[in-house]
C-alpha cells in the first residue's frame, strides 16, 4: 500500500512540472487593446466578464473558463492562454504577488460591484441608506484604502457586539476573491465582509456568514437560504432580473491579466522554492489546520453516506426485489432518476428546493445526499450479486427445511457477497471521490479547503498534491476494511478445518 | 400387515400460463415404496416431485403427508419439508461449504444438533457414499458422481422419511451414473421410500417395486416393473415402453391421395433404415387390406385409420387398422388372392377392439 501512495505521489509531481512544457506556444506581442483580437482569453466561471470583453474587443470570442483566480493564473503563466479577463482589485494583488504576470495598462471596461438582494426584498434600501451614509462620511473610502493596501495587520474584521435588536442577516458570500471575500487564517476576510458587518452595525443587526461558489450565490437567494449575497458581484442588466442590487459601493474595471515578458526567472534554487511553496500552503496563518477541518469534514461525509448507504441499499435492494408491483415499479423509477442525475445537480436540487425552505445544515444535506446516492449504487450492486446466486441453492435450502428467510440468510446473502463487496469496493472509491462537490452547497471539505488555499497562495502544487494524496489514503483506509471482510468470507481462505469439533 | 400409507396425492392440477402439465393426478405412495417415475419428457414428472414438497404448489388439488396437508395454506411448510428429502439433477451443492459443512449445516441450524453430533453422523455418511476422505473439499473440486452423492448424504442427514429424485443421474458423465445408482440401490435395500423421476429403465426394473408411468397430464399407468415393462396395458405405455415409431393415416373420402400414402409409407422406411422387404410388405398390406377390401367394404362414407408402429426396441412392425362400423372377416369375406398376398407379408394377423370400442386389425409384419 505504502508503495503504491509514494509511487503515484512521483507520478503526480512528474506530472505537474512536465505540463506547461508542452503548452509551450510562440509569444506574440501586445500594444493595444485591439491586438487582442484573435487572442485566448480566459475568466472565471459564472462571470460576465466574457460578454463585456466581446463588446469591447473585436473577434473574442476565444474564452475558457476557471473556477478560482489562482488556476486563470497557473493558465496564463504556462501559456494556455493570452489574457485573463478580471477585476482590478484582483488583477493587482495577483500582479504584485507574481512578477510573471502584469496588468494591462488600458482597462477593457469601467464596472461596479454592488450587494445582491432577493427581488423587492426591503433590506436593500437599508443598506442604501448606510452604503450613502458612508459614502459621505469617509467610511467607504476609508475601507477601501485599508484592503486595497499592503498592511495585513489593519485588515480584521469587526467584532459582533453590538446586540442586533432588529433581528439577524444570513448572508452568502464569495471566499475565493482577495482581497474583496477571501479566506485568513482565522475564517473569512475581505472589503464586502468587512463593509457588511458594518452596515449590520448601523441597522443593529446580527450578521451569519456562509461561504458559497460563486455560481451558488444567486440560487442561495432565489431559494431563500441568503438574504443577501456578494462576491465582487458585478451589477448588469441581465442579473437585475433575477435580483435586486444595493447601490454599487466599488467602482472597479474590468482588466486584462497578461504575461510579463520582461519577467525573467529568479535562480532561487528548485529545493528552496519548494520549501518556500510549502511554507504558503501549510505553516503560514495555520492553514494546515484548515486542511485538518476539511478532511474531518470529508472523512464525516464519507463514513456517514458510506454505511447510511450500504444499509439504505439493502433496504431498496429487498424493496425492488420482493415488494408488490406497485413498491417495485416505484423503486425502479427512483433508482433510475437518480443514477441519470449528475450528484452535483441532485445536491443543488436537495439543498436549495427540496430543504430550500428548512432548516437544515448543509453539511446534513450533503450527508444525506450522499447516502441516497451510494445507496442507490449499492442497490444495484446487491442485487447483481443476488442474481449471480442460482436458484437451485435456494431451493436446495428450502428442501432440506430452511424458512424462507434462513434460507437468504445462510445459503443466499454469504454467496451473493463474495460477488457484491468488490463492486461495493469501486461504488465507494468513486464515492469519496464524488463528496469533492459539496462546495456548492457551502461546506467546507478537504477540496473546498483546498481552493481556498490554492487562492491565496496562488500556488497549485502543493494543495492539489495533498487533496489529492489525502482522497488517496481515505479510500484506500476504507476499501482495506472491505478487503480485509471479502478475504475473511472467502471460504476457501485459512486452513481446513471444521470448527469446534473433534476430527476423526 | 396393512401398509401405512405415506403421502396421498388427491385431485392435484398443476397449471403454467401455457401449459397444464398435471391435469389430474391421484395416487397414495406407501412407506417402504420405491417408485420410478418414468415418461416422456415435458409430461410433468418433475412438476409433480416440485408439488410434493410445494416448491410449485399444486394449482388446485390436495397433498397429504402422514395424513397431514402440506398443500393447506397454514401448514408449517418448513417442518413437513425435513420428512422430505429432495436430490436434483444439478446437485445444488452449497458451493461456500466444505462438503462435510453441507452436511452438518441442517441438523446443526434445524434439528439442533450440536456440532460434534453433526460431524460424527455427517461422517458415517459420506462413509457410507464412499466419499470420507473428501470431507474438506469443496463442491467445485468434485466430480459430479460425488457431488450427488454428497448431495444424497446431505439429504439423509436430515433423517428424512421418504427423499424425492428428480433425475439424479442425467446431468452426469455416463461412466459417473453407475457409482450414484448403486448409492440409490442401497438405500432401497435399507427400506427408505423413494421416488426416482428417471430414464434409466433397466436401473428402474431393478430397483422399484412400482413405477409410475406419466403422460396427458396425469399417471397415464401405475403397476409393478413386470406389468409396465412386460406388459404395459394401456396404449401410451406401450409405445414408450417399446420406443415406437409411428406413422399415421386417416382416410374419410373414396377419392383419397393413394400416391401420397405409397409414398409416406417409403419415407418412413427410409427414415428408419427398415429393409426393403419390410417396405414391400407394409406396401400390400396397405394396398391389399385397405384399398382393396376395406374401403369398398365400407362403401360411400368410409373412415379407416391406417397405422405403422416400428418399434425401435424389438426391431418390429406392427399395422393396426381400426375401422368403422360391422367386424369384416377375412377369411370369408376377402379375395382368396388377396388374402393369400396378405398372409404372405405377415407373420400373424389379429382382431381387436380400440379404446373407443372400433374394430380393428393388428398385423405383425414380416
Ligand atoms: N415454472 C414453469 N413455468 C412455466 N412452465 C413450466 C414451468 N415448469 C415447468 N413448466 C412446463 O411444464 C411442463 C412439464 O415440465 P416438467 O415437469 O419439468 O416435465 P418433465 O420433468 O416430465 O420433463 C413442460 O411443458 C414445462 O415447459
Ligand atoms: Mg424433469
Redesign the pocket.
Given at each position: 500500500m505504502q508503495k503504491k501512495i509514494f509511487s503515484l505521489l512521483i507520478f503526480l509531481a512528474t506530472l505537474l512540472t512536465l505540463l506547461p512544457c508542452f503548452a509551450a506556444n510562440e509569444e506574440k506581442s501586445f500594444k493595444t487593446l485591439n491586438d487582442f483580437s484573435g487572442a485566448r482569453f480566459s475568466t472565471l466561471n459564472g462571470t460576465v466578464a466574457d460578454k463585456l470583453t466581446q463588446s469591447v474587443i473585436p473577434n473574442s470570442d476565444n474564452f475558457v473558463y476557471y473556477y478560482t483566480v489562482a488556476d486563470g493564473i497557473m493558465a496564463l503563466k504556462s501559456n494556455k492562454v493570452d489574457a485573463f479577463v478580471l477585476d482590478d482589485p484582483i488583477c493587482r494583488l495577483a500582479a504584485a504577488r507574481n512578477p510573471e504576470v502584469m496588468v494591462f495598462h488600458e482597462p477593457v471596461m469601467p464596472d461596479q460591484y454592488g450587494f445582491a438582494f432577493p427581488k423587492g426584498s426591503p433590506l436593500r434600501n437599508k443598506f442604501n441608506t448606510v452604503l450613502r451614509k458612508f459614502s459621505e462620511d469617509g467610511t467607504l473610502q476609508n475601507l477601501r484604502d485599508i484592503w486595497l493596501g499592503a498592511d495585513e495587520s489593519k485588515k480584521v474584521l469587526l467584532k459582533q457586539d453590538w446586540p442586533g435588536k432588529n433581528g439577524t442577516i444570513r448572508y452568502y458570500h464569495d471566499y475565493l476573491v482577495e482581497p474583496i471575500v477571501y479566506v485568513g487564517a482565522d475564517g473569512p476576510l475581505g472589503l464586502e465582509i468587512d463593509l457588511a458587518l458594518r452596515i449590520a452595525k448601523e441597522l443593529d443587526m446580527k450578521i451569519e456568514l456562509t461561504k458559497c461558489e460563486f455560481g451558488g450565490l444567486i440560487a442561495s437567494l432565489q431559494s431563500g437560504k441568503a438574504d443577501v449575497v456578494s462576491g465582487s458581484m458585478s451589477i448588469t442588466e441581465e442579473r437585475k432580473k433575477s435580483v435586486d442590487f444595493a447601490d454599487s459601493h466599488y467602482k472597479a474595471a474590468l482588466v486584462l491579466l497578461v504575461r510579463n515578458d520582461s519577467y525573467v526567472a529568479s535562480n532561487e534554487s528548485f529545493i528552496d522554492s519548494v520549501k518556500a511553496s510549502f511554507e504558503k500552503t501549510f505553516i503560514v496563518e495555520n492553514r494546515w489546520k484548515l486542511i485538518v477541518d476539511g478532511l474531518l469534514v470529508t472523512i464525516l461525509i464519507s463514513a456517514c453516506a458510506g454505511i447510511g448507504g450500504l444499509f439504505l441499499g439493502f433496504l431498496l435492494c429487498m424493496l425492488k426485489r420482493e415488494g408488490s408491483k406497485p413498491v417495485r415499479n416505484f423503486i425502479n423509477t427512483f433508482i433510475r432518476l437518480l443514477k441519470s442525475t449528475p450528484i452535483v445537480v441532485f445536491l443543488m436540487i436537495a439543498y436549495y428546493i427540496i430543504f430550500g425552505s428548512v432548516n437544515i445544515s448543509a453539511l446534513w444535506v450533503a450527508i444525506l445526499a450522499f447516502t441516497i446516492n451510494f445507496g442507490v449504487y449499492a442497490a444495484e450492486t446487491y442485487s447483481t450479486g443476488l442474481d449471480t446466486v442460482d436458484n437451485g441453492q435456494r431451493e436446495a435450502a428450502l428442501a432440506l427445511g430452511y424458512t424462507p428467510k434462513q434460507t437468504f440468510w445462510k445459503v443466499i446473502f454469504p454467496q451473493a457477497a463474495r460477488h457484491f463487496l468488490p463492486i461495493l469496493k469501486g461504488d465507494f472509491i468513486a464515492m469519496v471521490k464524488e463528496t469533492s462537490i459539496v462546495g456548492y452547497i457551502s461546506v467546507q471539505d478537504l477540496t473546498m479547503v483546498s481552493d481556498i488555499i490554492h487562492s491565496r497562495t496562488m500556488e497549485a502544487f502543493f494543495p492539489l498534491l495533498v487533496t489529492a494524496m489525502i482522497y488517496l489514503i481515505i479510500a484506500n483506509m476504507l476499501t482495506t476494511v472491505l478487503d480485509i471482510i471479502e478475504i475473511k468470507i472467502d471460504p476457501k481462505h485459512g486452513k481446513r478445518t471444521v470448527k469446534g469439533v473433534k476430527m476423526q | 400387515m396393512t401398509k401405512q400409507a405415506l403421502i396421498k396425492i388427491s385431485h392435484v392440477c398443476k397449471a403454467?400460463?401455457?401449459?397444464t402439465?398435471l391435469k389430474d393426478v391421484n395416487t397414495t405412495i406407501y412407506k417402504g415404496d420405491v417408485i420410478s417415475v418414468i415418461?416422456p419428457?415435458?409430461?410433468?414428472?418433475?412438476?409433480l416431485l416440485r408439488c410434493i414438497n410445494m416448491m410449485?404448489p399444486p394449482t388446485s388439488g390436495d397433498i397429504y403427508i402422514n395424513d397431514e396437508a402440506i398443500t393447506a395454506p397454514n401448514c408449517q411448510l418448513h417442518l413437513l419439508r425435513r420428512k422430505m428429502g429432495m436430490v436434483f439433477q444439478s446437485f445444488n451443492l452449497f458451493n461456500h461449504k466444505t462438503v462435510i459443512e453441507n452436511i452438518m449445516m441442517a441438523p446443526m441450524d434445524l434439528l439442533g444438533k450440536s456440532a460434534q453430533e453433526a460431524y460424527d453422523k455427517g461422517m458415517e455418511l459420506l462413509r457410507t457414499v464412499g466419499l470420507a476422505d473428501k470431507a474438506l473439499n469443496f463442491p467445485d473440486e468434485l466430480s459430479g458422481g460425488q457431488k450427488q452423492r454428497v448431495a444424497i448424504a446431505r439429504t439423509l442427514a436430515m433423517e428424512p422419511e421418504m427423499i424425492l429424485f428428480d433425475e439424479p443421474t442425467s446431468a452426469l458423465d455416463p461412466t459417473k451414473v453407475g457409482e450414484v445408482l448403486e448409492v440409490i440401490r442401497e438405500l432401497a435395500q435399507k427400506g427408505m421410500t423413494m421416488l426416482i423421476?428417471t430414464h434409466e429403465m433397466n436401473f428402474a426394473k431393478d430397483v422399484s417395486n412400482r413405477i409410475f408411468y406419466?403422460d396427458q397430464g396425469e399417471i397415464y399407468e401405475d403397476g409393478t416393473p413386470e406389468q409396465i415393462f412386460e406388459h404395459p396395458q394401456r396404449e401410451l405405455t406401450r409405445h414408450f415402453i417399446m420406443r415406437t415409431k409411428l406413422m399415421e393415416e386417416i382416410i374419410t373420402s373414396k377419392d383419397f391421395d393413394f400416391i401420397a400414402i405409397r409414398n409416406n409409407i417409403d419415407q418412413f422406411g427410409k427414415k428408419y433404415l427398415l429393409s426393403p422387404k419390410s417396405v414391400h410388405n407394409m406396401q400390400v398390406v396397405f394396398e391389399e387390406l385397405c384399398v382393396q377390401t376395406l374401403l369398398p367394404y365400407q362403401g360411400e362414407a368410409p373412415n379407416l385409420q391406417f397405422r405403422i408402429e416400428y418399434s425401435d426396441k424389438t426391431n418390429s412392425i406392427q399395422i393396426r387398422i381400426a375401422y368403422s362400423g360391422k367386424a369384416f372377416e377375412l377369411e370369408e369375406d376377402m379375395d382368396m388372392i388377396s388374402y393369400a398376398l396378405l398372409k404372405n407379408a405377415t407373420t400373424s394377423i389379429k382382431t381387436a377392439l380400440t379404446e373407443n370400442g372400433e374394430n380393428e386389425f393388428i398385423l405383425d409384419i414380416k
Open positions: - | 403454467y400460463p401455457n401449459v402439465p415418461g419428457s415435458g409430461t410433468g414428472k418433475s412438476t410449485d423421476v406419466m
